[in-house]
């Protein structure tokens, strides 16, 4: 019997222009900092990082800069400029080249944020909240790349919300120039749409703050600004209910979520992609949160986080998830597709290759064919 994570799907909420997928296996966004200086610029070494990992059902992008205001990390990629976006065409031509498909993950960081990144200014945020514990990878020029602490950020007024979500739009836009099949809009793990949906990051009292309507006010006008931009079948929305690092811990984020799925739904968004903790002693997500999700949102489900052969199966039988997305595990082996089908055994990643760096550690793990 196939296992179900290796057959074709398609992805849509009630759209006449489905998505199709040669299988159920997503390549989740993973930050790796490789982009060509200045510019963060993507480049050759990431189309073929890329298109080595094509035979999944489709590829999620590390996180992208819609503007140059929206950066946390030394090296990652933006989609606002003409060279970027030339970049990730070249990007996008490798991996439909080689049979996949692929969207791009768009993410403003808030007060993940750090000085470096703002031209001396502080970072944006939904309210002057400096997150506890949490820093930011900032490589100096001559120097290695060292762990900053964020620094206090400015509380947003109307017309900085307002420009930001013209920004999503824009960097849209751009996506599906460069060529990507559709885009992610990254709503988790404590980045700024995540810092609009949870109370301890957003103390504000106007339309984007207060009571859980007007915390999901700032999601659901970027979701709209992009879907007008580009249509809604070709966006995706990435949430992390569960995740509670970068100072995140909220009492009310779960319901928050489950009333976003509502409206996702109503918006006819491509898919839902619930980014789930993958430390060893992470969350376990209950089910009847699970079943809540499935009855408040009919289209296409992700699911990412600790996925081996075993719980995808679990997942998808049950109805949970349509799609299951694996990170650290794509990483050394750019054909896991093949390896999990066939019974073979996975190559460990270089830990200490992450992050920046050239094709060591990157594009150099090998197939096992």
Known sequence: MTHPLFT????????????????????????????????????????????????????????????????????????????????WRTVTDAVHQAGG??????????RVSHTHFQNGEAPIAPSAIQPIDTQVWIVKDGEDGTMFPCPMPREMHTDDI???????????????????????????????IDQFLRTNSNKRTDEYGGN??????????????????IGAERVGVRLAPFVTFKDMDC??????????????NQ???????????????????????????????????IVAGRYDLKRAESILDAGYADLVAFGRAFLANPDLAHRLANDVALAKADNTKLFGGNKSGYSDYPACV
């Open 251 to 264: 009492p009310d984020i779960v319901p928050t979520i489950l009333d976003a799925a509502e409206h996702l």
């Open 101 to 110: 498909k692929i969207f791009n993950q768009l993410w403003h960081v808030g």
């Open 212 to 229: 859980r309507e007007n915390r999901l006010r700032f999601l659901m006008e970027v979701v709209e600004a992009v879907s007008a931009r």
């Open 162 to 192: 307002k420009r930001v979500i013209a920004d999503f739009a824009q960097a849209a836009e751009n996506a599906i120039e460069a060529g990507f099949d559709g885009i992610e809009i990254h709503g988790g793990n404590g980045y700024l």
């Open 8 to 87: 074709p799907t398609s992805m849509s909420n009630n759209s006449q222009q489905p998505i199709a997928l040669s299988n159920r296996m997503v390549m989740a966004p993973m930050t790796r900092a490789r982009t060509s200086q200045p510019g963060n610029i993507p480049n050759e070494m990431m189309a073929e990082y890329y298109a080595q990992r094509a035979s999944a059902g489709l590829i999620i992008t590390e996180a992208t800069q819609i503007s140059d205001d929206s950066q946390g990390y030394s090296f990652t990629p933006g989609v606002y400029t003409s060279e970027q976006i030339q970049g």
């Open 267 to 301: 918006c006819g968004i491509a898919y839902m992609h619930l980014s789930e903790a993958d430390w060893d002693d992470a969350p376990t997500i209950p089910d009847d949160f699970r079943v809540a999700l499935r009855e408040r949102f009919s289209g296409t489900i």
